[in-house]
Structures are given as structure tokens and as C-alpha cells.
């Protein structure tokens, strides 16, 4: 599976931005899929998944309520719906494909979309 984010840009707080991702490979409609991101001086974290039908998702506490992602089997690709944007949201996106159980990790990765909020 290879994987290309788009979406990501400059946005001032409260705003509102669409995260894509543009999946490659036969198994991408097998899988879970999501977003993680990586702040300035932070460690990856998780963000939010999606089963492989796109019934169930799951997001990370920080984002809940403020964050949606979905996906388009279809067109091989998931989105991630981010509103109410925070400073503190700003990071580099990455989609990632097979995530694991305990959405620690996964399997495949993107190359990553920078978003920045400002104040």
C-alpha cells in the first residue's frame, strides 16, 4: 500500500481544514486505516481510525468532538474533517494504513502533510 496526504496548509484558529488520502494497492479496502501526527519538539500520536468498512471509527480524546474521519472505498481514500482547529493541533499529518490493535503504529505509512494553526 502506498499512501499520499494532501490537505494540510496555514489556518488560523477556529478555522477548518480537509486532510486526503490517496491510497495505492490492492488491500486497501481490507484494512484500517487513519491519522497520526507529530508535533514541533513532541512525539508521534495518534489521531483517529477507521475500519475497513467504515463503520467504526475511533479518535484520540484531544480531538473528539472537533475532529471526523471517513473514507471512500471507492476512490481509495480517507479523510480527516478537522474543525475548531487549536494551535496546539499543529503538526504534521500522517495517514497510515494497517494500524495496529492498540493504534500504537501501523504498518504503512504516507509521507506526511504539515498543518499550522495560528493564534
Known amino acids: 500500500v502506498q499512501l499520499q496526504a494532501s490537505g494540510g496548509g496555514l489556518v488560523q484558529a477556529g478555522g477548518s481544514l480537509r486532510l486526503s488520502c490517496a491510497a495505492s494497492?490492492?488491500?486497501?479496502?481490507?484494512?484500517?486505516m487513519g491519522w497520526f501526527r507529530q508535533g514541533p519538539g513532541k512525539e508521534r500520536e495518534f489521531v483517529a481510525q477507521?475500519?475497513?468498512?467504515?463503520?467504526?471509527?475511533y479518535r484520540a480524546d484531544s480531538v473528539k468532538g472537533r475532529f471526523t474521519i471517513s473514507r471512500n472505498n471507492a476512490k481509495n481514500t480517507v479523510y480527516l474533517q478537522m474543525n475548531n482547529l487549536k494551535p496546539e493541533d499543529t503538526a504534521v499529518y500522517y495517514c497510515?494504513?494497517?494500524?495496529?490493535?492498540?493504534?500504537?503504529?501501523?504498518?504503512?505509512w504516507g509521507q506526511g502533510t504539515l498543518v499550522t494553526v495560528s493564534s
Open positions: 497510515a494504513a494497517d494500524i495496529t490493535a492498540d493504534n500504537g503504529g501501523a504498518a504503512y
Open positions: 477507521i475500519s475497513w468498512s467504515g463503520i467504526s471509527t
Open positions: 494497492g490492492p488491500t486497501f479496502s481490507t484494512v484500517r
